[in-house]
Nanobody
Framework: QVQLVESGGGLVQAGGSLRLSCAAS??????????AAWFRQAPGKGREGVSS????????NYADSVKGRFTISRDNAKNTVYLQMNSLKPEDTAVYSC???????????????????????WGQGTQVTVSS
């Protein structure tokens, strides 16, 4: 079965940066054939989509709240998805989770919707806390 493990969270001051990693493992997992996304859930709030990336270059999608500050990327050779977070704000404080879904092609160009239902495999999340 597919296993996803997030890392890189922590406590930072407003304006700081963090890079989150999501490592995929398991028999038959070849990340180049999977789309991926990051979601977050703040205390007392529902889970919201942050960013997604399909299998082809230029397929990134971002929520309006993070556009221009966050960058999603992938290293297929390492079976890892990243989320570079810059200019962090206190409202970015949340548990960040990654999800992946099988596309079966390296030519996926459509920017995927930030919908939890679109992703089949999930990690347990990593805490990001941004202080004022």
């Amino acid at each position: 079965q597919v296993q996803l493990v997030e890392s890189g969270g922590g406590l930072v001051q407003a304006g700081g940066s963090l890079r989150l990693s999501c490592a995929a493992s398991g028999s038959g997992v070849n990340l180049q054939y999977y789309a991926a996304a990051w979601f977050r859930q703040a205390p007392g709030k529902g889970r919201e989509g942050v960013s997604s990336i399909n299998t082809a270059d230029g397929s990134e999608n971002y929520a309006d709240s993070v556009k221009g500050r966050f960058t999603i990327s992938r290293d297929n050779a390492k079976n890892t998805v990243y989320l570079q977070m810059n200019s962090l704000k206190p409202e970015d404080t949340a548990v960040y989770s990654c999800g992946i879904t099988y596309i079966g092609s390296t030519l996926g160009t459509m920017a995927l919707e930030l919908d939890v239902a679109e992703y089949d495999y999930w990690g347990q999340g990593t805490q990001v806390t941004v202080s004022s």
